[in-house]
């Protein structure tokens, strides 16, 4: 089993920052793909970021630009900047642990991030 926790959510007003951090139990990202989705109220849950073991990234064309998704294998922690943030935005923003080869899947909590000025 592992467990992730998101932390660094909160109110930014547009244009504003945030940075979004993932925290894994134990070492995994040799393993896994790291992605970061969203849901907003009344949307579907959709794919942000994400970065796989060998370190590719990739992201939704709507963020391309203005985030980025890194890790930091020491601390079992992957982070989502968030940069020129806008009302869109707004969401609850999940961190998701695949397996590149088995259907193994991890989920954190969830942290809300809101962009309203």
């Known amino acids: 089993q592992v467990q992730l926790v998101e932390s660094g959510g909160g109110l930014v007003q547009p244009g504003g920052s945030l940075r979004l951090s993932c925290a894994a139990s134990r070492s995994i990202f040799s393993s896994y793909t790291m992605n970061w989705y969203r849901q907003a109220p009344g949307k579907q849950r959709e794919l942000v970021a994400g970065?796989?073991?060998?370190?590719?990234?990739n992201y939704a064309d709507s963020v391309k630009g203005r985030f980025g998704v890194s890790r930091d294998n020491s601390k079992n922690t992957v982070y989502l900047q968030m940069n020129s943030l806008k009302p869109e935005d707004t969401a609850v923003y999940s961190c998701?642990?695949?397996?590149?080869?088995?259907?193994?899947?991890?989920w954190g909590q969830g942290t809300q991030v809101t962009v309203s000025s």
């Open positions: 998701n642990a695949r397996h590149q080869f088995v259907l193994i899947n991890y």
């Open positions: 970065i796989t073991s060998g370190g590719t990234t």
